[in-house]
């Protein structure tokens, strides 16, 4: 089955600073990545996705990257607030309900 | 108008006991699945349920049992629970094709 592992598990950033997660794939079937950010006691939400024919997806602050060659896709948050700090979680899906969720990085944004 | 609803939002019980936790979603979505999030922040999926066809991961106890009376539902059932059971779950929907997932609020269960 599918295998999504995302690094680092835990990521602290100065308050204006850029801040980058990584994720590996291993299923080359999977063609869709989504991004969700989950606060404090609150449920997981899509911040941003990006599919496999697409190279980088960006909104505002921030940005996905997919290399479907080395299977790695990473998120990009720049500028990076207080009200930044969740855990934020990547995925891989290849439709029909199999999806693959990462570990989860823990953002803390200091101000 | 809530998406994806989920009830109980609290879950207190003895362990040994049998209960369950029901969901909903009025997003017209084909697809359900149940995830478990322990104290580690862990986001693990459980089931989905996609068309009639039922994934499980096979890491999940047969004394949990999903059971889908029609498309917008996808309750959980728990039975004979223990003290590991203790832990937040979700239920999510999504439209196949856009796999976008949708979570309800969660349950914060706690086995005692």
């Known amino acids: 089955g599918e295998n999504v592992e995302q690094h680092p598990s835990t990521l602290s950033v100065q308050e204006g600073d850029s801040a980058v997660i990584k994720c590996t794939y291993s299923?080359?079937?999977?063609?869709?990545f989504p991004w969700y950010k989950q606060e404090l006691g609150k449920r997981p939400q899509l911040i941003i996705d990006?599919?496999?024919?697409?190279g980088e997806k960006k909104d505002q602050r921030i940005a996905v990257t997919l290399n479907k060659t080395a299977k790695h896709f990473s998120l990009h948050i720049t500028e990076t607030q207080p009200e930044d700090s969740a855990v934020y979680f990547c995925?891989?899906?290849?439709?029909?309900?199999?999806?693959?969720f990462g570990d989860g990085t823990t953002l803390t944004v200091k101000p | 108008d809530t998406a994806v609803s989920q009830t109980p939002k609290y879950l207190v019980t003895q362990m040994g006991n049998d209960k369950s936790i029901k969901c909903e979603q009025n997003?017209?979505?084909?697809?359900m699945y149940w995830y478990k999030q322990d104290s580690k922040k862990f986001l693990k999926i459980m089931f989905s349920?996609?068309?009639?066809?039922?994934?499980i991961n096979e890491t999940v106890p047969n004394r949990f049992s999903p059971k889908s009376p029609d498309k917008a539902h996808l309750n959980l059932h728990i039975n004979s629970l223990e003290l590991g059971d203790s832990a937040v779950y979700f239920c999510?929907?999504?439209?196949?094709?856009?796999?976008?997932?949708?979570f309800g609020p969660g349950t914060r269960l706690l086995v005692l």
């Open positions: 999510a929907s999504s439209q196949d094709g856009g796999e976008t997932q949708y």
């Open positions: 349920y996609n068309n009639k066809e039922l994934i």
């Open positions: 990006i599919r496999s024919n697409v």
């Open positions: 997003l017209g979505h084909d697809t």
């Open positions: 995925a891989a899906s290849k439709g029909a309900g199999k999806s693959t």
């Open positions: 299923d080359s079937a999977s063609n869709y």
